[in-house]
């Protein structure tokens, strides 16, 4: 049986059964590692919060509030109905769920750890997961980790699956030493998608670097802002610590902290420019135009396509194996190229 005290010497339980939420929430702010999410938006996988946002987060000089929405809701309501029902659940035939369930019939262990995890050979991050799993016909223990989704957010990814996900789950495998994680997606409260992820120490090889480079800033700035009195002296600093890589998939986040930021001001000031801050300026005007050129372009493109559809009184156009298009009151294309 895995348990919180089986643990090898290295890796140390923190019990979080007595904690209070706002307790936990805390107690997870004060800890100086990352966590499960923490670790695909370092490395540029969060699409909805960037890493420079993460930052200033760690370093407690942005909070932008606890937020909050109904999937993050739902999961945390249903997730110790999940568990329970994932007893029943066979991965390799999910046919069954309903009558193990009816039948009462467990095939798989399932627990739950009140607890953050660390292991001294991964300083850098913390785990706090949804539970352990023994699936039907394997011997060894993984880790089971949670998520709610509505279809549409589903459909962003190839497979149906957040790349955030899949390192969350592969950092908590390295962490806890197990040899394979289970994600089980709930889409739309009815729907199980079940992955099976086996535990990849060449990927993690891959990403390890890059969440220690992360996590080295945040421990230098720490350090470097520790002489400074007021967040806005630290703010005034802090852009020293950045990590050098913005990702593109996250510039929306990013743009949304930068106007964030931008409030703090508390007085207008004017400067002299350079030239490489005007050339800069030339190159987002030059973007911006072409931005405009290719929206025109697309909303005609759009247009037409629709007006194509209506002409043939469809409303789908299927494509074989290469897709389909649908135009009921808007616009969905799903091709495959």
Request: hydrophobic share 35%.
């Amino acid at each position: 049986m895995w348990t919180n005290k089986s643990l090898p010497s290295h890796i140390t339980a923190v019990n979080t059964s007595q904690m209070t939420r706002k307790q936990w929430e805390e107690f997870r702010k004060s800890l100086n590692t990352l966590g499960g999410s923490d670790v695909g938006t370092c490395i540029g996988l969060n699409r909805w919060k960037s890493n420079i946002e993460l930052f200033y987060e760690k370093l407690g000089l942005y909070n932008k509030g606890d937020f909050d929405s109904v999937p993050m809701m739902m999961g945390r309501e249903l997730e110790s109905n999940i568990r329970s029902l994932f007893k029943y659940y066979n991965v390799e035939n999910p046919k069954e769920f309903l009558d193990n369930y009816r039948n009462k019939k467990e095939i798989n262990i399932v627990r739950q750890r009140h607890a953050t995890f660390f292991n001294e050979n991964i300083p850098e991050v913390h785990a706090n997961i949804d539970g352990i799993v023994r699936l039907q016909g394997r011997e060894d223990y993984g880790v089971l980790e949670i998520k709610y989704q509505s279809g549409q957010a589903v459909r962003l990814w190839e497979n149906g699956i957040n790349p955030s996900y899949l390192v969350q789950l592969t950092a908590y495998m390295q962490l806890l030493e197990l040899n394979y994680g289970v994600l089980c997606i709930i889409v739309d409260s009815n729907q199980w998608n079940v992955h099976v992820i086996e535990r990849n120490d060449n990927f993690w090889n891959k990403i390890y670097p890059q969440i220690q480079e992360f996590h080295e800033r945040i421990v230098e700035a720490k350090g470097g802002l520790s002489y400074l009195d007021t967040d806005d002296e630290k703010i005034n600093e802090a852009y020293i610590y950045e990590p050098e890589t913005l990702f593109k998939e996250q510039s929306k986040p990013y743009e949304s902290f930068l106007s964030d930021y931008a409030k703090r001001r508390e007085k207008e000031m004017v400067i002299e420019g350079d030239e490489i801050m005007y050339q800069m300026a030339l190159e987002v005007e030059r973007l911006n135009d072409i931005a405009k050129e290719a929206e025109s372009e697309a909303r005609d493109a759009k247009n037409r396509l629709k007006k194509a559809i209506l002409n043939m009184g469809a409303s789908v156009i299927n494509f074989g194996d290469k897709g389909s298009v649908t135009y009921r009151t808007q616009l969905r294309l799903n091709l495959k190229t």
